[in-house]
């Protein structure tokens, strides 16, 4: 008999997590602590469970801009080596204590500048960090592997020194590039040539679109900019059609998206938060699950929408009815889409995800 879908339950399921904000993951305690090191003073709030709430709120707002201010405060007390080291091995931890067995964590390095740090600085203590808490992961009993996305901000200049530092980090665990940010004017093909350098280099990318902008910004990182996945795409759902009497008309973008598996990073309770879909029933993964899109199930932010993978999964149980084999196959549409060797994906999907759907559903 299947195990029943409980919480816990689904805590123990083996995931694979692909779109997580390391600026946007942070312990509210961290944050706390933090400030306090650096005398920084603009905390709503120092209890810890106060602020968790304040971010909570402040990002539900049904606003994209309004939601990337909170990231003010996280990014305001990460201006150290010692600070990156140590947020990013609490989320290492806090992942493989969620049940994540593999992760890919973005950040933008460039937002770590302002202190004087160097971006190879930043760079080197985000990775000190994941490797710090992946070995106190082991301790624990846990296994996870963390991959790191660089990010470009895309309202900035220079996203192409940090491709190049995406490329050249790429052996010590930088596993891919992605452009972050508001999307509404600010395309993906402002970066053309940075896309073009990736390709030539045989890196990885994904691309943010799709969320506050519509088809225009998931064509062109499809199509212009040549994206092996998208983050969050939920806008897709604008090029499919459902008649009355359940008839479905996929249109020519949605079915080359679908026809080529370009991995969807969706991201349920975060595009509630900021209006790229009325309600987690409503949102559009439902649908594009059942059509077989490659569907992906991501946190986005755990601090500032409150969630973790569990709960993201456990909202989906909810709205939809789902079961341990719908949980296993957007586990393996994400290991698939993963940013790390064949070999490696594999092994993941054989030795780790199978077998421990298959003891939930035995």
């Not at 106190?136 to 901000?153: K, P, Q």
């Amino acid at each position: 008999m299947a195990t029943p879908m409980s919480p816990d339950a689904i805590r123990r399921a083996p995931k694979v997590l692909l779109h997580d904000h390391l600026d946007g993951g942070l312990r509210p305690q961290t944050v706390i602590e933090l400030a306090d090191t650096i005398g920084y003073r603009d905390l709503p709030t120092t209890d810890p469970a106060q602020l968790g709430t304040w971010f909570r709120d402040a990002a539900d707002s049904g606003s994209l801009e309004r939601y990337l201010e909170t990231f003010a405060h996280t990014c305001g007390v990460m201006q150290s080596e010692q600070a990156l080291v140590r947020v990013a091995a609490e989320a290492a931890e806090d992942l493989a204590a969620d049940g994540v067995v593999y992760a890919e964590v973005r950040y933008a390095p460039e937002l770590f500048e302002p202190s004087g740090l160097s971006l190879e600085q930043v760079v080197q203590a985000v990775q000190e960090g994941f490797r710090l808490g992946e070995r106190r992961a082991a301790e624990a009993g846990r296994t996870i592997r963390v991959g790191t996305l660089l990010c470009a901000m895309r309202q900035n200049e220079g996203w192409l020194r940090i491709a190049e530092l995406a490329v050249r980090y790429r052996d010590e665990g930088v596993v891919g590039f992605d452009i972050a940010g508001p999307e509404a004017g600010f395309p993906p093909t402002r970066g053309r040539d940075t896309f073009e350098y990736l390709r030539q280099q045989n890196a990885h990318f994904t691309i943010h679109a799709g969320e506050a902008f519509g088809l225009p910004s998931i064509w062109e990182a499809v199509q212009h900019c040549g994206a092996a996945r998208l983050g969050h795409g939920v806008r897709i759902v604008d090029d499919v059609k459902v008649d009355p009497d359940g008839s479905v008309h996929i249109g020519r973008l949605a079915g080359f998206v679908r026809d080529r598996r370009i991995p969807l990073e969706m991201c349920p309770s975060s595009n509630v938060q900021t209006g790229a879909a009325k309600s987690i029933a409503e949102h559009p993964i439902g649908l594009l699950t059942k059509l077989r899109f490659r569907v992906t199930v991501n946190t986005d932010n755990r601090l500032m929408s409150g969630c973790s993978m569990s709960s993201e999964f456990a909202a989906l149980v909810d709205a939809f009815g789902y079961g341990w084999s719908e949980l296993q196959w957007f586990t393996v549409n994400a290991m698939k889409s993963a940013f790390i060797g064949f070999d490696e994906r594999l092994a993941l999907i054989n030795d780790v995800i199978k077998p421990g759907y298959a003891a939930l559903m035995d």
